[in-house]
């Protein structure tokens, strides 16, 4: 069976990081504001 050769592009893994980085931010940071809606929202009641 012939071995696979593959080619990997620098650059293109980096954006693909990125992309993958801030999206892990995004959804931590909205968690953390539901929880602080949440807490809030008992707070108040």
Known sequence: ???????????????????LVRGGCRFVKHI????QREKASRGAS
Do not use: D
Not at 1 to 19: C, D, F, S, T
């Open 1 to 19: 069976m012939p071995e696979k050769i593959v080619q990997l592009n620098e650059k293109v893994i980096k954006g693909q990081l990125k992309e």
């Open 32 to 35: 953390g504001q539901r929880t």
